[in-house]
């Protein structure tokens, strides 16, 4: 088997495995659209602007685009409140835990975690960083510690989820772990890390800004900062919108390249890197397309590119994708430059 074929929706997400999550994902909507009443209105998450235009519904959720900055975000959204209890009773997280994530692990850290544990100490070297302690906030399944762990470039390597049975799997794997919002987590100024990194995590809270400003006080001086999100301006969630699996129930916050920047960069850092290095835009709105459900009758270049031609350009597409920032999948270093 290739690594291509390995590579695919389906081998981050096996097929047979889906109605079971559809249905643990409808009762976790069905609890949170049960507390909507006490939702509350925001402004941008990125530049604190007001204005704001309402571009779709889903799941009986209103998404709206920030007029300034472009960044998609839900408005009402549930409070911080809602959200901590939210993610501590998730049958999705449950199920995802229980299953998708073991079925499909071999795939994840072949192609996703040992390249991104690659590509963060490749980081640190580029940019002199010390690697005495490494945190990571939202750590999931456990897999990006254990594979960092594995490596020992790190003296301690620290996660931090707050999932009841995500934490307990990231302890039978020898992670340590912290069972706590990052809101309610401290850290001793001679506990302090030289990266803290977080992969698809600012996208489901509640206030972005002051994640940042944690995140900031983890860090030691000229420490890095490496933030993995959705890109709200990416091929996938701009041509599929309402219908692109990205754009969900737990997604709060679609920032892109530009408002992203402006939200770190206010808290003192210094942006480094930005890249889109996204590997599946094509293949998700294509597997759409051929599934009926994305019509694309009307237009002939995504036509040619994605189904009639998809032997021939759907690679070269992907990649035109990935290297102008117009990927889905957003990456973005940044380096502590100021104190707290």
Not at 89 to 95: A, G, L, T
Not at 134 to 140: F, K, S
Not at 176 to 192: A, G, Q, T, W, Y
Not at 264 to 272: A, N, P
Request: neutral net charge; proline residues 5%; glycine residues 4%.
């Amino acid at each position: 088997m290739t690594k291509k074929e390995i590579f695919s929706e389906n081998s981050i997400r096996p097929t047979d495995l889906v109605p079971g999550q559809l249905e643990a994902m409808r009762k976790d909507i069905d609890w949170l659209i049960g507390n909507k009443e006490n939702f509350v209105d925001v402004h941008c998450p990125a530049c604190n602007d007001r204005s704001s235009t309402k571009l779709f519904e889903k799941y009986h959720l209103n998404y709206v685009e920030c007029e300034k900055c472009k960044t998609l975000y839900i408005s009402p959204r549930p409070t911080p409140e809602i959200l901590e209890k939210f993610y501590k009773k998730s049958e999705n997280y449950s199920y995802w835990n229980k299953y998708i994530f073991p079925a499909s692990e071999n795939a994840r850290k072949e192609n996703l975690f040992v390249p991104r544990v690659d590509k963060v100490i490749k980081l640190c070297d580029k940019y002199n960083v010390d690697k005495k302690a490494i945190l990571e906030i939202g750590a999931g399944f456990g897999t990006f510690c254990e594979v960092m762990q594995s490596t020992g470039r790190f003296s301690r390597v620290v996660g931090i989820e707050p999932t009841p049975d995500l934490a307990k799997t990231c302890r039978t794997k020898g992670i340590e772990i912290i069972e706590k919002p990052i809101e309610k987590v401290r850290f001793s100024e001679n506990e302090l890390f030289d990266v803290v990194v977080n992969f698809e995590v600012i996208e489901h809270l509640f206030s972005p800004n002051n994640f940042i400003v944690q995140c900031k006080r983890m860090l030691r001086k000229n420490g890095l900062l490496i933030v993995t999100c959705p890109n709200g301006q990416g091929f996938d969630i701009i041509t599929l919108k309402e219908m692109s699996k990205t754009v969900d129930h737990e997604h709060l916050n679609y920032f892109n390249p530009e408002s992203l920047k402006l939200l770190i960069e206010k808290t003192g850092f210094e942006v480094l890197e930005i890249s889109t290095p996204g590997k599946l835009d094509a293949e998700l709105v294509r597997n759409e397309i051929l599934a009926g459900s994305f019509d694309v009758s009307g237009q002939p270049f995504l036509k040619r590119v994605l189904v009639d031609g998809w032997d021939s350009h759907g690679e070269k597409f992907q990649q035109f994708i990935s290297t102008n920032l117009l990927s889905s999948n957003m990456w973005i270093i940044a380096q502590n430059k100021q104190e707290i």
